[in-house]
T-cell receptor, first 114, second 115 residues
Framework: AQSVTQLGSHVSVSEGALVLLRCNYSSSVPPYLFWYVQYPNQGLQLLLKYTTGATLVKGINGFEAEFKKSETSFHLTKPSAHMSDAAEYFC????????????FGSGTRLQVQP | SAVISQKPSRDICQRGTSLTIQCQVDSQVTMMFWYRQQPGQSLTLIATANQGSEATYESGFVIDKFPISRPNLTFSTLTVSNMSPEDSSIYLCSGGGTGAGNTIYFGEGSWLTVV
């Protein structure tokens, strides 16, 4: 079975500051890792995903994440926060185990202060 | 990519009634799922909607409470039966390809409040 832990239910940064949202996973087989964003009163939108190959993955809106197998991590970063980045961010995992559905972390709410 | 539409987007329901949520995908997807997101919480998988057969439910969810249909590759429904205030949640439809690395796309969600 897979699981995801997101450290920090709330993260607050100043506009222009580095954004770092943490995600650690557990999986007995090679994982596929995803970051989704949920803006207020909206559904989920894919930011980026790691499947195979390059471990540094670039996504939309300037976000990127690095898959580190040794640390079982897939942290999300953005060099400079923008007010429009304020949202809920979810890390998710799946794997080739027959259970196709995503398993989500608890989410991190990002606040961006002016 | 796939665009997923859900309706209703919001509803206020009376205790003891049932409501059916419809999910339409703009292209054929192999897999469809229904998730629940309770207020301020993460997403919990309710079931995998299987085309032409009974859905596969996760632990804690039963067919009598959450009957699901999927008559074809682009349409599914979720019914929330005999609702109570504890059923007040966002219900999200999602879909994607078979491979575990394929992107799963989500609808905008159906926001149900039970009074």
């Amino acid at each position: 079975a897979q699981s995801v832990t997101q450290l920090g239910s709330h993260v607050s940064v100043s506009e222009g500051a580095l954004v770092l949202l943490r995600c650690n996973y557990s999986s007995s087989v090679p994982p596929y890792l995803f970051w989704y964003v949920q803006y207020p009163n909206q559904g989920l939108q894919l930011l980026l995903k790691y499947t195979t190959g390059a471990t540094l993955v670039k996504g939309i809106n300037g976000f990127e994440a690095e898959f580190k197998k040794s640390e079982t991590s897939f942290h999300l970063t953005k060099p400079s926060a923008h007010m429009s980045d304020a949202a809920e961010y979810f890390c998710a995992v799946s794997a080739d185990t027959g259970r196709r559905a995503l398993t989500f972390g608890s989410g991190t709410r990002l606040q961006v202060q002016p | 990519s796939a665009v997923i539409s859900q309706k209703p987007s919001r509803d206020i329901c009376q205790r003891g009634t049932s409501l059916t949520i419809q999910c339409q995908v703009d292209s054929q997807v192999t897999m469809m799922f229904w998730y629940r997101q309770q207020p301020g919480q993460s997403l919990t998988l309710i079931a995998t909607a299987n085309q032409g057969s009974e859905a596969t439910y996760e632990s804690g969810f039963v067919i009598d409470k959450f009957p699901i249909s999927r008559p074809n590759l682009t349409f599914s429904t979720l019914t929330v039966s005999n609702m109570s205030p504890e059923d007040s949640s966002i219900y999200l439809c999602s879909g994607g390809g078979t491979g575990a690395g394929n992107t799963i796309y989500f609808g905008e969600g159906s926001w149900l409040t039970v009074v």
